[in-house]
């Protein structure tokens, strides 16, 4: 690189030889002369130029020999311009661009940054505050949801009360009625056991018809003790219940002066005309109970509203609830009795048709079994024919003379004929004693099946007749005591 100040076809540069003046060190200028730059911005913003000049350097005599060993005449400044500003060099003059560029450039990257951040600083405080006061208006909606269930909770609490209450008043009329009800069907199933007593034989059982008949009329004397008992007790409750449905009605009114206020403050907006400010207001705290103390107070009231309808329920619904489920239980027992009677019949029924067809079969039985014992006889008596054949050949070849008794293939056979037929017979006549023995027995099992068939005809035409008497009974209405 070239000193500044001079160009190396200039008149004053000397011979390429020699030079005037001495080398000089290439650092020592620019550390004395220049100033470090300071970024934008700062306390000396144009500072250009250093406050230090280059040393005029006195130029002693030289010769020939001092020429530079590069080939290269070295920089002279002309006596008259030594009076002159120093120049800077090409790398100053490029540091000094490079750190006003990166000065710029640093200063357009905190205003960009900063203007970034301040716009999302912006859209952030925007959002939060539009998430707050949308945060406030749905808290709002769900203390308006709850206050609508309880209101709704105490509105049905209270109709309740009030349909208990008057229901506890026509209570009593119903438990006489429905007393009175139950006395027919007493009657019924008392006469139903008397007339099942006069069956006969093996069909006088305790069976399921006769237990639910039993259960029917303890069922019965027990429900109109009870009712007798309920019905003397109603007019004791009424008071409660007052009580407790002016404390409900005293509650419903607060919920509805707290819905209103608070459906007025959640219908506000930022371009609402009945805004203002209100300094301080958040610092003042009237409440006088918290969410879960809140509900407890309506959850109270209603729980002793409920309280006053479930000790007039044991009073009325043992009135209600009992006329219900005793009719109810009334109407099981008639059912299952009725079912059991259904039952029964039919069992007497199928036994009878049983009875008659195995009856049939006994009696085919017998045919056969007389045919069978007719065969028997027959093969018998076929089977002595054969015999005495066998017999008389065995006697005829025993009178061969000498040698000739030949235990030969003919006596081997003859005597093997005489055993099998001889076993064929003690066989036949087995089986005739047996058929004679099966014959009597289903003699017998014939006079049994006939005496049976004639018992169950007795047991069915009782039930029947039981089955006639109960097809009346009390309505649902009569037995809850509305008719």
């Not at 909606?141 to 109709?159: A, C, M, P, Q, V």
């Not at 349909?163 to 019924?188: F, H, S, Y």
Request: glycine letters at 4%.
């Amino acid at each position: 690189m070239e000193f500044l100040g001079t160009t190396q076809v200039a008149s004053y540069c000397g011979r390429r030889k020699g030079c005037l003046f001495p080398d000089l060190a290439p650092t020592s200028t620019t550390k004395d002369t220049y100033q470090s730059y300071c970024l934008p911005g700062y306390r000396y913003l144009n500072s250009w130029r250093p406050s230090q000049l280059h040393k005029v350097v006195l130029v002693p005599d030289s010769s020939d020999k001092e020429f530079n060993s590069t080939g290269r005449p070295p920089t002279v400044l002309p006596a008259l311009r030594s009076s002159l500003h120093a120049r800077y060099s090409t790398r100053d003059w490029h540091h000094a661009n490079m750190v006003q560029l990166k000065g710029s450039e640093a200063s357009r990257y905190c205003a960009g940054r900063l203007n970034a951040d301040s716009m999302r600083l912006m859209q952030n405080k925007d959002q939060l505050t539009y998430l707050m006061q949308e945060d406030s208006r749905r808290s709002l909606g769900e203390r308006i949801t709850n206050i609508d269930f309880w209101r709704s909770e105490l509105i049905y609490e209270l109709e309740c009360l009030l349909k208990e209450t008057q229901a506890l008043e026509t209570a009593k009329q119903r438990l006489q009625c429905a007393a009175d009800a139950l006395q027919g069907p007493l009657n019924t199933a008392l006469e139903c056991l008397y007339h099942r007593e006069m069956r006969k034989g093996i069909d006088l059982v305790h069976d399921d018809v006769e237990k639910n008949l039993i259960k029917e009329v303890d069922a019965f004397k027990d429900c109109q003790e009870i009712l007798t008992k309920l019905a003397q007790k109603i007019n004791q409750q009424l008071g409660i219940n007052r009580d407790a449905q002016h404390a409900l009605e005293q509650d419903l009114s607060d919920k509805n002066t707290a819905c209103f206020i608070d459906e007025k403050c959640f219908n506000l907006n930022n371009t609402s005309n009945s805004i203002n400010f209100y300094h301080g207001v958040e610092k003042t705290d009237g409440t006088v109970s918290n969410p879960e103390t809140w509900a407890k107070f309506s959850e109270d009231n209603i729980r002793c509203s409920q309280h006053a309808r479930a000790n007039s329920a044991k009073l009325r619904e043992e009135a209600e609830v009992r006329l219900e489920s005793k009719s109810e239980e009334i109407w099981n027992h008639f059912i299952s009795t009725n079912l059991a009677f259904n039952n029964r019949i039919a069992e007497v029924a199928d036994a009878k048709n049983k009875l008659q067809a195995q009856l049939g079969k006994v009696l085919q039985e017998i045919f056969q079994t007389e045919d069978t014992i007719m065969l028997l006889e027959r093969a018998i008596k076929a089977k002595e024919y054969p015999l005495k054949v066998a017999q008389t050949r065995l006697e005829g070849r025993t009178r061969r003379p000498n040698i000739e008794l030949c235990c030969d293939a003919p006596q081997l056979q003859l005597v093997t004929e005489v055993y099998t037929t001889d076993d064929t017979l003690q066989t036949l006549k087995r089986c005739l004693q047996e058929a004679h023995d099966t014959l009597q027995m289903l003699t017998l099992n014939k006079s049994n099946l006939e005496h049976e068939i004639s018992v169950k005809a007795n047991s069915f035409f009782i039930d029947k007749k039981c089955m006639d008497m109960r097809k009346v009974f009390p309505s649902t209405p009569r037995l809850i005591g509305y008719a």
